[in-house]
């Protein structure tokens, strides 16, 4: 610290001249302020200074001729800022005035110029000038009178703030994993600008982790203790054929949250309102989709960002806010079109570019771990793993929701698996399927009489049933090599090859693979196998399921021609009940309809001549995404069993796999 005389080497009139511009100062008349001037000393502070201490007398009125200065709340854990003092302003006067200790620190945030008057020199100022005395009284009654207005704006403040806090506990920054040398080059840069407060303008698609990363440069900064907010900006709509007026209210409330406003457009509640970048003083704000700022706001905002000061809608008084300001957006030649040019070059300067998820795959099984552990942080239940197999299915997709769409992917994967850890590719569902539009459907559940049918209970079961019974029959005349005959052919053969095959043909034609729904092998494997030894089904078999259940179809009807299948009863029962036989190993053995899903050859046949079936089952997409929480059928229910296939019908794109069982309606 430096002492620098005043009187002798600055004119008294440039002190006078600049104690007229000072708040507490402006209305005393010329003659006053000479005689204030007379007793002005001036000194120069390092920056982090303490200028004044917490329960020190109020000994000195200071006037920040150059530099500024905040206001340090301290306390045992930690010391944050109240706030910041800019030049011109003046602080001390209360404590001057009332003879109360200061209540807060102040230290400077830069090298600074300070002009200051004694406590004993300001009191025989005012001894010596009535007039004066007369303008300080008058002040403090208004300053005191102001202690109700400014108790409820700071309560104002702290529920505004609570508000968005709450709001910020959803993406609060949980760690980035990133690890490939793309994203590690990324991340270095992010490192170099978390160093200093300089703007910093972010770019990368929708999902790219561009708030994360945002987050990291805010927690690895100096501010890393101040809040951090976000905004996002809205599209201008007009262009959309939205009413103008309903466009200028969108961007009212957009300009008020981002500034503030004297008082709230369009309710009937007149009260003051905080923007963004006052409750955000001293931390950072991160503003998404800057492309998207109105032209109105830019003018604003463009002032804010060179001054450091704004002014609420509808406000005339300048506020000041020591705020870090970081943007984002998914097109940066956009953003240049659309925003001024000197607020575009002044954002652009520093700027990072996320790549997309499909560019660096190598991330993605570390983001797997980060994203289960994070998730099971959250729910408070055991972290689960990911096989290899799901592993691969996942490194497969090019994701073009980047890495949003991976974390929804696997916490819908953790939330549909029924194991405590290890979580199969049977529940990993990648993608939105496309399929023919709404408008080229005919929704038959919409017809009263058939949404009953589908979903009485007693209404499949009879059908089951029924099936199941005509089925034990069948076996029982194959068993018996019963000889009834009409027109010379076996009646047991007509039921099997006559009537049957052709039978399976009309039922996926009209009703897909209705005929797998109510199979009565199905029926009779799920009562037998109960208890099983739910081996997990063996990695080949899943692969080239496929061509196993067609290379079984074929082989059926080889030696359907090749012995004669179809008009000996003895061969005709060996092949049902080796079928049946084989199919309740395998569903002993394994677990999770292991039969139906990979080896069942007719079902394999049915399911790929089903795709042109003209009934299929399909998801209201619309409901799965903003309803639905539930995943009823996938999981099962009180009244539903589980889906067989281990399909998510949200994201059902044919009818190859689907076993029309209804079980999901």
Request: proline share 3%; charged share 25%; with cysteine.
């Amino acid at each position: 610290m430096e002492k620098k005389p005043t009187t002798s080497e600055k004119e008294t009139g440039d002190i006078v001249k600049f104690l007229g511009k000072a708040s507490i100062f402006k209305e005393l008349s010329k003659e006053s302020l000479e005689k204030i001037s007379e007793k002005i000393q001036m000194y120069t502070f390092a920056k982090d200074t303490i200028i004044i201490k917490k329960n020190s007398p109020g000994n000195r009125l200071y006037l920040i001729k150059s530099g500024s200065a905040r206001v340090v709340s301290e306390s045992d854990d930690s010391d944050f800022d109240i706030a910041t003092i800019p030049d011109g302003e003046c602080f001390g006067e209360m404590s001057l005035l009332t003879g109360e200790t200061c209540c807060a620190t102040v230290k400077t945030n830069e090298d600074s110029l300070l002009y200051f008057i004694t406590k004993s020199d300001f009191d025989e100022v005012i001894s010596e000038n009535p007039q004066i005395s007369k303008h300080f009284n008058k002040l403090l009654a208004e300053r005191i009178g102001k202690q109700n207005i400014i108790s409820v704006d700071l309560k104002k403040h702290e529920i505004a703030l609570s508000k968005y806090l709450q709001k910020a506990k959803v993406h609060q920054y949980s760690g980035v994993v990133w690890k490939s040398k793309r994203m590690q080059r990324v991340f270095n840069e992010a490192d170099k600008y978390s160093k200093n407060d300089v703007l910093v303008t972010i770019i990368g698609n929708p999902g790219t982790g561009k708030e994360i990363l945002a987050r990291k440069i805010h927690m690895d900064s100096s501010k890393a203790k101040s809040p951090v907010f976000e905004i996002v900006l809205p599209k201008e709509r007009r262009k959309e054929r939205t009413a103008i007026q309903n466009e200028r209210r969108q961007l009212d409330h957009t300009e008020c949250e981002l500034f503030g406003s004297e008082e709230i457009l369009y309710t009937t509640n007149e009260e003051k309102r905080i923007g963004c970048l006052e409750l955000v003083n001293n931390g950072t704000l991160i503003i998404k989709n800057i492309e998207n700022m109105s032209l109105n706001i830019q003018e604003s905002f463009l002032q804010f960002i060179e001054t450091g000061k704004f002014r609420r809608l509808g406000g005339t008084e300048p506020i000041h806010s020591n705020v870090r300001v970081i943007v984002t957006t998914t097109d940066i030649s956009l953003m240049q079109k659309q925003l001024y040019q000197r607020l575009f070059q002044m954002l652009s300067a520093q700027k990072l570019e996320i790549p997309p998820l499909c560019d660096h795959k190598k991330d993605i099984p570390s983001l797997i771990e980060h994203f289960a552990d994070k998730i099971s942080k959250i729910r408070h239940t055991p972290k689960k793993t990911f096989s290899k197999d799901a592993t691969n299915k996942l490194l497969k997709y090019d994701y073009p929701g980047n890495v949003k769409e991976l974390e929804n992917v696997i916490e819908r994967a953790i939330t549909l698996s029924k194991v405590d850890t290890n979580i199969e590719e049977e529940v990993i569902f990648l993608g939105a399927p496309t399929g023919l539009e709404d408008e080229k459907r005919i929704n038959l559940l919409s017809i009263t009489m058939v949404e009953k049918l589908c979903k009485s209970p007693m209404f499949i079961s009879a059908i089951k049933s029924a099936v199941l019974i005509v089925f034990i029959t069948l076996l029982c005349l194959l068993a018996m090599q019963f000889g009834i005959s009409i027109g010379g052919r076996n009646i047991t053969l007509i039921f099997c090859w006559q009537l049957g095959i052709p039978l399976i043909f009309v039922l996926f034609l009209f009703t897909a693979r209705f005929g797998c729904g109510i199979c009565p092998i199905y029926s009779i494997t799920k009562f037998l196998n109960k208890r099983n030894l739910k081996l997990p089904v063996p990695a080949f078999i899943k692969k080239y399921d496929a061509w196993i259940m067609g290379t079984g179809f074929i082989s059926i009807l080889f030696l359907e021609e090749y012995t004669h299948m179809s008009v000996s009863v003895s061969k005709t029962a060996y092949l049902i009940f080796s079928i049946l036989l084989a199919a309740i190993i395998v569903d002993f053995m394994f677990e999770k309809s292991a039969w139906c899903r990979h080896l069942c050859p007719l079902g394999g046949m049915t399911g790929l001549f089903s795709m042109s079936s003209l009934i299929e089952i399909r998801a209201n997409r619309n409901v799965c995404n903003t309803i639905c929480t539930t995943h009823d059928c996938f999981k099962g229910s009180e009244k539903a069993d589980p889906c067989p296939m281990f399909l998510h019908l949200s994201f059902l794109s044919d009818n190859r796999d689907c076993k029309v069982c209804l079980n999901c309606i």
